[in-house]
C-alpha cells in the first residue's frame, strides 16, 4: 500500500514567506547564522552554520507544546542559501532561507516544506507522497464544513 | 503554540502503513479488517495493531456487525493538525517583523 502512496504524483505542500528587508545580504547573514542574532529574532538556540550539525531551538513550552524543535544544519551557502530540518512533536519539515540582492536591500524567502515527511523522504531517497497526503487532508477537511 | 495538540494525529500518521490505511478508509469508505489486510500487504494483527494506534488518535471508529469489524476514517480529526500548519504561516511574519526590528538595531 506504501508503492500505491509512492506511486502518487508528488505535489509540494510548501510554506512560502517573502519579504525585502532594506539591508545588505551580509548583514542579513549574520542575523540568520550568528546565534546570539538569531535568538534575538527566532529563538534561543545552540545553531552552528556547519552542515551536519545537530541543534535544538527552545522557546518557553505551553500547553500542547514542549517549546522545542529539533535541527540538523543542511545547507550553509554564505550570503545565498541556509537550510535546516526542523522536527517539532514527532512532525519533520525543511526550513530553507534564500537571499536575493534587491536594490539596495535583500530579499528573504523562507521556505518550509515536507509537512511531515520530506526529512525521511531527502534522505532515504523515497517519496511517500505525504505532501499529496495532505492536498487531500485538505480537500477533506475543507468539505466537512 | 496551538489550542488543540495535534501530536496522536502526526504521531499516528508518520508510520506510512497507518497513513495508507487511512487514506484507503478515507477514500473507499467504510471496510472490515479483512478487507483492509487484504490490500495492507501485512498480517492481521498488524493492521490491527495499527488500527488500534489510529482509533486512539480518533482518526478512525469502529463497529461491530457479526463476527466482523468494520472502521471508517474520521477525518475531523485532523482538523488540529491543519490548524497547526496555518500557524506556521502567523508564527513566520511574526518572527519576520521581530527579524526587521533586528536588523535596524544592528551595525550596518
Known amino acids: ?145 | 503554540m496551538q489550542q488543540t495538540s495535534p501530536q496522536p494525529v502526526f504521531r499516528a500518521l508518520a508510520d506510512p502503513t497507518r497513513r495508507a490505511i487511512f487514506e484507503q478508509l478515507t477514500r473507499h469508505g467504510e471496510q472490515t479488517v479483512h478487507a483492509l489486510t487484504r490490500q495492507a500487504g501485512v498480517s492481521q494483527p498488524a493492521v490491527s495493531k495499527h488500527l488500534t494506534v489510529l482509533k486512539s488518535a480518533k482518526l478512525v471508529h469502529h463497529r461491530r456487525a457479526g463476527r466482523e469489524t468494520h472502521y471508517r476514517a474520521s477525518p475531523d480529526a485532523l482538523v488540529p493538525m491543519i490548524d497547526w500548519l496555518n500557524h506556521y504561516g502567523v508564527f513566520w511574519r511574526d518572527k519576520f517583523d521581530q527579524l526587521d526590528t533586528l536588523l535596524k538595531r544592528m551595525e550596518p
Open chain 1, 1 to 145: 500500500m506504501s508503492q500505491q502512496l509512492t506511486a502518487t504524483p508528488a505535489e509540494t505542500r510548501t510554506l512560502v514567506i517573502e519579504r525585502v528587508f532594506p539591508h545588505s545580504p551580509e548583514k542579513l547573514w549574520r542575523a540568520l547564522t550568528e546565534s546570539p542574532l538569531l535568538a534575538q529574532w527566532l529563538m534561543n538556540n545552540d545553531f552552528a552554520p556547519a552542515p551536519g550539525h545537530k541543534f535544538q531551538f527552545r522557546a518557553d513550552p505551553v500547553p500542547g507544546w514542549n517549546g522545542i524543535i529539533d535541527c540538523e544544519v543542511l545547507i550553509v551557502d554564505p550570503l545565498k542559501q541556509l537550510s535546516y530540518t526542523w522536527g517539532s512533536m514527532g512532525m519533520h519539515s525543511v526550513v530553507l532561507f534564500t537571499l536575493t540582492p534587491a536594490g539596495t536591500g535583500t530579499q528573504l524567502r523562507m521556505e518550509q516544506s515536507g509537512f511531515p515527511a520530506a526529512y525521511e523522504a531527502a534522505y532515504k531517497g523515497a517519496t511517500y507522497g505525504w505532501q499529496k497526503f495532505l492536498g487531500n487532508l485538505e480537500r477533506v477537511v475543507g468539505e466537512l464544513a
